[in-house]
């Protein structure tokens, strides 16, 4: 019980420490004999100022807080270390596994999708695509334009912790080592995979290009508008899941939209010699040919047309999209049109600085494949950033949940297919360029 006697209620003066006698001569105490030699010194007691009352004396004060101050000082200092290691410790580097033909026949494609991917893994870094501060290494392997170069590389990353596979490059790679990526529960994204199905086989399997089952109508139509299309003449690779997607789409929506189908022809992959198909296109009189190639037979396909006295309307597939093809087809490009989901004149979110840094970095723009990749670490880092994923299995739900992203190729959501639910454009080749169709 607290006393009301104010004698009870010791002084406190800040800063000045109380002058008081040796403890053996204060009030209070009866005097007592001095010290003999061999006696021992008392024990340490308190002096009778200091006793426990509502203040401390100065001494007790000056101790006492000090004491208080190392230990907060000492518990801070393990608080934050122990703080700072449990973030390190929640927030591991995420890694991805980028899969790309940088080489083989496919190496245009995969080298334009290197690029934008290293572009865009600097963008992460430096905090211009966001991640919600969480570090990503990505890793970009080459996979030759081998289907089994490409199982080699994904199987291997299933072991080093990857929580998303980027690619592969082509479609028939795709068919072909997805269901590994869907087995082992690791999710996929498709940058260029166009073909029919590729959703399908798994439900983390995702992609944000257009399919050309979305993107050949828009194209049909504005054939039929600005050429006044009737007939036309389809002519693929019949080895390769990307241009035989070419065909059976194509083949499948021109008469749905009034244009008959006069004639088809085959070819198989690294033929160089097409002047016998070329000609029995020719005696067909199609008012337009549709092209299932990629652009190394695309090119030799345009310039053998020429040569055989073909000069009417043409249509490319998605392998069109590859400046390679006008490097090596040359003027014999001019004219052809192509269904795009991107070009280099796109006034989408950040497409112009993306077109400049990508040049500035590389000395040639980008293509459509270089756009969908960047757009892709795009997507991925936005559903990083919303879901904060720590592995495969979080990197999926936070691409299902991820919502609308602008990117480069404009604003961008998955359908519950997991397909791109966007917007694609019709582009010609013009003067060595990809400009708009009007």
């Avoid at 995702?206 to 009737?230: T, Y």
């Avoid at 998955?414 to 708009?436: M, P, W």
Wanted: net charge neutral; proline share 6%; hydrophobic share 40%.
């Amino acid at each position: 019980m607290m006393t009301s006697d104010p004698s009870e209620v010791a002084t406190f003066r800040p800063f000045a420490p109380p002058q008081s006698a040796p403890w053996h001569r204060r009030a209070g105490h009866q005097a007592r004999a001095a010290p003999r030699a061999n006696d021992r010194p008392p024990p340490h007691r308190s002096p009778a100022s200091c006793r426990p009352r509502l203040f401390l004396c100065w001494e007790d004060f000056v101790r006492n807080i000090t004491r208080v101050l190392i230990a907060t000082a000492a518990l801070g200092g393990t608080l934050a270390a122990a703080t700072g290691a449990g973030l390190a410790a929640s927030h591991p580097d995420l890694k991805w596994t980028a899969i790309f033909d940088s080489t083989g026949p496919a190496g245009a494609y995969g080298t334009s999708q290197k690029n934008a991917l290293e572009l865009a893994a600097a963008d992460i870094d430096a905090g211009k695509i966001e991640s919600g501060g969480q570090k990503i290494s990505i890793d970009i392997q080459d996979s030759a334009t081998s289907p089994a170069q490409v199982i080699n590389i994904m199987q291997s990353a299933f072991g080093n912790g990857t929580s998303l596979i980027v690619g592969p490059t082509l479609s028939s790679e795709a068919f072909k080592a997805d269901p590994l990526a869907v087995k082992a529960n690791v999710p996929v994204m498709g940058v260029s995979n166009t073909a029919n199905g590729i959703t399908e086989m798994g439900p983390c399997v995702f992609r944000n290009s257009l399919s050309e089952a979305q993107i050949v109508p828009d194209v049909i139509e504005a054939a039929k508008k600005s050429w006044h299309v009737k007939t036309a003449a389809i002519i693929y690779g019949d080895d390769d899941q990307f241009t035989k997607a070419d065909y059976t789409i194509f083949n499948a929506d021109l008469p749905k939209a009034g244009v008959k189908v006069v004639d088809v022809e085959t070819f198989h992959k690294g033929d160089v010699d097409f002047k016998a198909q070329l000609t029995k296109i020719k005696e067909a009189k199609p008012d337009v040919i549709v092209y299932g190639a990629l652009y190394a037979e695309g090119a030799k396909l345009l310039d053998q047309a020429r040569q055989v006295g073909l000069h009417g309307h043409e249509i490319g597939g998605n392998g069109f999209n590859s400046p390679q093809i006008i490097a090596l087809a040359g003027k014999a490009a001019d004219g052809v049109i192509v269904g795009a989901a991107w070009y280099a004149g796109a006034e989408t979110n950040g497409n112009a600085a993306f077109v400049k840094n990508y040049t500035a970095k590389y000395s040639k723009s980008p293509d459509q494949f270089a756009a969908q990749a960047y757009a892709g670490a795009q997507i991925a880092a936005a559903a990083v950033k919303k879901s904060h994923p720590a592995d495969a299995a979080g990197m999926c739900s936070a691409l299902k949940q991820v919502g609308s992203v602008q990117t480069v190729i404009g604003p961008f959501k998955f359908a519950s297919t997991r397909d791109a639910d966007a917007h694609g454009f019709v582009v010609q080749i013009k003067n060595g360029t990809f400009s708009k169709f009007e």
